[in-house]
Nanobody, 125 residues
Framework: QVQLTESGGGSVQAGGSLRLSCVAS????????MGWFRQAPNKPREGVAT???????KYADSVEGRASISIDYAKNTVILQMTNMNSEDTATYYC???????????????????WGQGTQVTVSS
């Protein structure tokens, strides 16, 4: 099994940027489907971005143009770079691995087997 450890969360002003990192204890998972999800208070979990082993990227409409997901294989790390952040980005962000389907999906978080503990992101207006 893989352990996922998120970091990089914190407080940021609206319009600012954050770089979230997810370190995977097993590098094999990085060659398949990796995802970033988030959950705000009183809201359902939302897929933010996914990347597969072929470099295919998917983004939620809410972050399109403001988010970039990438993998640093040398560091076993999945990166979520977010810019021009707004209050709607306030949430706990989770790294996910081990999707049980054929392709990465943003709308099927339940099918990701492994999850990190999450990192809190707070955007002030």
């Amino acid at each position: 099994q893989v352990q996922l450890t998120e970091s990089g969360g914190g407080s940021v002003q609206a319009g600012g940027s954050l770089r979230l990192s997810c370190v995977a204890s097993v590098d094999t998972y990085l060659h398949y489907c990796m995802g970033w999800f988030r959950q705000a208070p009183n809201k359902p979990r939302e897929g933010v971005a996914t990347i597969n082993g072929k470099g295919v990227l998917k983004y939620a409409d809410s972050v399109e143009g403001r988010a970039s997901i990438s993998i640093d294989y040398a560091k076993n790390t999945v990166i979520l770079q977010m810019t021009n952040m707004n209050s709607e980005d306030t949430a706990t962000y989770y790294c996910a691995a081990g999707f049980r389907g054929s392709h990465c999906r943003l709308d099927r978080g339940i099918d990701y087997v492994h999850w990190g503990q999450g990192t809190q992101v707070t955007v002030s207006s």
